[in-house]
T-cell receptor, first 111, second 111 residues
């Protein structure tokens, strides 16, 4: 129930294309769903986050889509750029301050 | 500089030795966390702390010890290092348990 399942493990997208990473969770008590971005040799950094009272959140080229009934959420990167190449982690938490991370997706954008 | 720092950045040690990884944050965040990152496993929580003198186990605490006598410091000790503890270790801090801010990581190799 504590798991967050993330797919795919790796993803290759052409420059200008749309990158989509999916996550699923079981625990309906989760109320905060962040996405973290990690570049090689660096620590993860918060990219965008959503709470279950909205179905979508957009920040620039990055959009989170949230489906509460299906217990799924996804990250969409529009007009993907080589600089977006990184590892992306979805996560979930339920207010007790521990964040449960997915296993990560290694995204590579072809120039 | 303000932020979260980790030291050392790289460490090579031998099996059976004691190793301490340091983490320091300048924001006075209440919460601090230790994760290990391994290929195929994503980020796994080792220990976390909600305040000074309060610590709790995460997903993979065996073989590790933490302490938090001051709000800004959260050292992680490997009492008797094993090869399976070769990993990249990340410290993170958070004020209210939502957004976590990660340090740059410590790459530990146990020979």
């Amino acid at each position: 129930q504590q798991q967050v399942k993330q797919s795919p493990q790796s993803l290759i997208v052409q420059k200008g294309g749309i990158s989509i990473i999916n996550c699923a969770y079981e625990n309906t008590a989760f109320d905060y769903f962040p996405w973290y971005q990690q570049f090689p040799g660096k620590g993860p950094a918060l990219l965008i986050a959503i709470r279950p009272d909205v179905s979508e959140k957009k920040e620039g080229r990055f959009t989170i889509s949230f489906n509460k009934s299906a217990k799924q959420f996804s990250l969409h990167i529009m007009d993907s750029q080589p600089g977006d190449s990184a590892t992306y982690f979805c996560a979930a938490s339920k207010g007790d301050d521990k964040i449960i991370f997915g296993k990560g997706t290694r995204l590579h954008i072809l120039p | 500089d303000a932020g979260i720092t980790q030291s050392p950045r790289y460490k090579i040690t031998e099996t059976g030795r004691q190793v301490t990884l340091m983490c320091h944050q300048t924001w006075s965040h209440s919460y601090m966390f230790w994760y290990r990152q391994d290929l195929g496993h994503g980020l796994r929580l080792i220990y976390y702390s909600a305040a000074a003198d309060i610590t709790d186990k995460g997903e993979v605490p065996d073989g590790y010890v933490v302490s938090r006598s001051k709000t800004e410091n959260f050292p992680l000790t490997l009492e008797s290092a094993t090869r399976s503890q070769t990993s990249v270790y990340f410290c993170a801090s958070s004020e209210q348990g939502d957004t976590q801010y990660f340090g740059p990581g410590t790459r530990l190799t146990v020979l």
